[in-house]
């Protein structure tokens, strides 16, 4: 079975970090497209990084630009997210996705 573990939110000041990772097993990430996506009370699921696991090159969407960094270790089967600077409106559950796949999410509460 395929099973992605994410782990590393929590509760922070704005100007803050926090360091998200998900460790997947029972697949190989050479094969997929790798990302972050959060999702905020009342809004829609967003993505708002992803990785290439071919290349490395790295997208990200503009109000993370700077702050954020997404990183993978295809032989670990790890993603991690570092979120520097975090803002208020960054609170939200942060999930990350392998090709279909998704983890269990991740609550990031950013406090002003």
């Known amino acids: 079975d395929v099973q992605l573990q994410a782990s590393g939110g929590g509760l922070v000041q704005a100007g803050g970090s926090l360091r998200l990772s998900c460790e997947a097993s029972g697949l190989t990430f050479d094969d997929y497209a790798i990302g972050w996506f959060r999702q905020a009370p009342g809004k829609e699921r967003e993505v708002i990084s992803c990785?290439?696991?071919?290349?490395?090159?790295?997208y990200y969407i503009n109000s993370v630009k700077g702050r954020f960094t997404i990183s993978s270790d295809n032989a670990k089967n790890t993603v991690v997210l570092q979120m520097n600077n975090l803002k208020p409106e960054d609170t939200a559950v942060y999930y990350c996705?392998?090709?279909?796949?998704w983890g269990q999410g991740t609550q990031v509460t950013v406090s002003s």
């Open positions: 996705r392998v090709g279909p796949y």
């Open positions: 990785i290439s696991s071919v290349d490395g090159t790295t």
